[in-house]
C-alpha cells in the first residue's frame, strides 16, 4: 500500500464531521478510554457549540480524570464554558420506575427477572433525559467491552421484555389485578402504568437506536494497547459493531513505546519488538481505519492543563526524537521540560489549595 493511500493517523476526521451527535469511546478494560474520551470532548468543545460527556462505566474516573466532581447531574467543567460532563449509575433505582413497597414486591422482582432490563431501563432513562437537553454533541466514556455490547442490545432486551411481560399479564392479568387491589397499589402503579412506563422506554430507545445507527450522527471510536489481549478485543468489538450497523473508522492504541534515543533498557527494547509485532497487525487488519497511536508517558494524564497538553498527540502524530544534539532535539527537550513545569506548578498549586482548605 502507498503511504498517500493510508488514512490520516489522527482523529481531525471526527472533529471535522460537523454532524455527529453521539460518540463513543469503547474497549478492554485498563487501556485508557477514559484519558481518550476527555480529551476527545475537549477538543470537540474548541469546534462545537456545546459538548457533555456521559460516563457509564459503573467504576467512574471522569472526576479523576478532570480531578473534578462529577454526579448524574450534568456539571460544567472547570476552565470552560461549554463543556458538561456526568457520571451515570448503570444499575436502576426502583424508584426510577415509579415503585412503591408494592410495587417493589411484586412488577419490580418481575422485571428484574428479565435479564439486563434494569440496565436497559436505566439507559432509556439517561437517554430520554439527554434528548430534552441542547448539546450539539455527547460523548460517551463507556464501560469495559462486554458492558458495551449489552448497551447496543438494549432495544432488544426491552423488546423480549416486554413481550414477556405482556405474555405475563394475559396469563395472568386477573390474578395481577386483584394483588394490586390487594397491595392497595393505585392505577398510577399498576401494570398498565408500568406496561405503558416500559412501552414509553422503548419508543425513546428505539429512536436513538436509529440515530446510532445513522454514520452521520454516530461514531465509536476503539481504545485500545499494543498486545494481544487488546487486539483480540478490538477484533470482536469492531465486528459486533458491524453487526449492530454502528460506523466505526477510527482506533486510538494507547501506551505504544518510542525509539527515542536516550531507551536504553533491555526490557523497553523487548516490549518495543513485541508491540511492533501488534502495530503491524493492527495496521494490516484496519488498513482502512484511522489509526491514532498515543505515547506511554512516564506520568498519568490528569487535570484539565495536562489533557489539553496530551490533546496534541491526538491531532497530529507523535514524533519521537532520533537524532542528537540538534536544535530540534533541544527545542523538543526545553518544550518537555516546559510541560514537566507546569505540571509541577500546577500540582503544587492544587496541593496549597488544599492545605488552605483543610
Excluded at 465509536?220 to 459486533?240: A, D
Excluded at 466505526?248 to 505504544?256: G, L, R
Excluded at 488498513?287 to 498515543?294: E, G, R
Aim: aromatic share 8%; with cysteine; hydrophobic share 40%.
Amino acid at each position: 500500500m502507498a503511504t498517500t493511500d493510508i488514512p490520516e493517523g489522527t482523529i481531525r476526521n471526527i472533529l471535522d464531521q460537523d454532524t455527529l451527535k453521539w460518540v463513543f469511546v469503547g474497549g478492554k478494560g485498563g487501556v485508557g478510554k477514559t484519558t481518550c474520551s476527555s480529551i476527545l470532548s475537549i477538543l470537540l468543545a474548541q469546534v462545537r457549540s456545546s459538548v457533555l460527556i456521559i460516563s457509564t462505566d459503573p467504576a467512574h474516573n471522569l472526576s479523576d480524570a478532570f480531578q473534578q466532581r462529577f454526579t448524574k447531574a450534568p456539571t460544567l467543567v472547570n476552565g470552560f464554558s461549554n463543556l458538561y460532563a456526568m457520571e451515570v449509575d448503570p444499575n436502576v433505582e426502583h424508584d426510577d420506575i415509579g415503585g412503591n413497597e408494592g410495587m417493589d414486591g411484586l412488577f419490580s422482582e418481575l422485571a428484574n427477572a428479565i435479564p439486563g432490563i434494569d440496565e436497559a431501563m436505566s439507559f432509556a432513562e439517561m437517554l430520554k433525559l439527554v434528548q430534552t437537553m441542547d448539546y450539539s454533541c455527547i460523548v460517551f466514556d463507556t464501560a469495559p467491552t462486554g458492558h458495551t455490547l449489552r448497551l447496543l442490545q438494549f432495544p432488544s432486551t426491552l423488546e423480549k421484555g416486554l413481550q414477556k411481560m405482556m405474555s405475563l399479564k394475559s396469563k395472568f392479568g386477573g390474578l395481577i389485578s386483584q394483588m394490586t387491589r390487594l397491595f392497595g397499589i393505585d392505577d398510577e402503579y399498576g401494570e398498565d402504568a408500568i406496561l405503558g412506563r416500559l412501552e414509553g422506554m422503548k419508543d425513546v430507545i428505539e429512536q436513538v437506536n436509529k440515530q446510532f445507527k445513522d454514520p452521520d450522527l454516530t461514531t465509536f471510536v476503539c481504545v485500545c494497547i499494543p498486545e494481544f489481549l487488546s487486539l483480540y478485543e478490538t477484533e470482536r468489538l469492531v465486528q459486533e459493531l458491524t453487526k449492530f450497523e454502528i460506523d466505526t473508522h477510527n482506533i486510538i492504541i494507547n501506551q505504544v513505546l518510542y525509539d527515542e534515543e536516550d531507551v536504553e533498557s533491555k526490557l523497553l527494547r523487548a516490549r518495543m519488538r513485541m508491540q511492533q509485532k501488534y502495530l503491524d497487525q493492527f495496521y494490516m487488519l484496519y488498513d482502512d481505519f484511522n489509526i491514532t497511536k498515543l505515547p506511554l508517558l512516564p506520568q498519568e494524564v490528569t487535570g484539565v492543563e495536562a489533557l489539553k497538553a496530551f490533546s496534541s498527540n491526538f491531532l497530529s502524530p507523535y514524533q519521537p526524537s532520533t537524532s542528537r544534539g540538534t536544535v530540534e532535539d533541544l527545542e523538543r527537550k526545553i518544550s518537555t521540560l516546559k510541560l514537566q513545569l507546569e505540571y509541577a506548578e500546577a500540582e503544587l498549586d492544587r496541593l496549597r489549595k488544599g492545605k488552605q482548605k483543610v
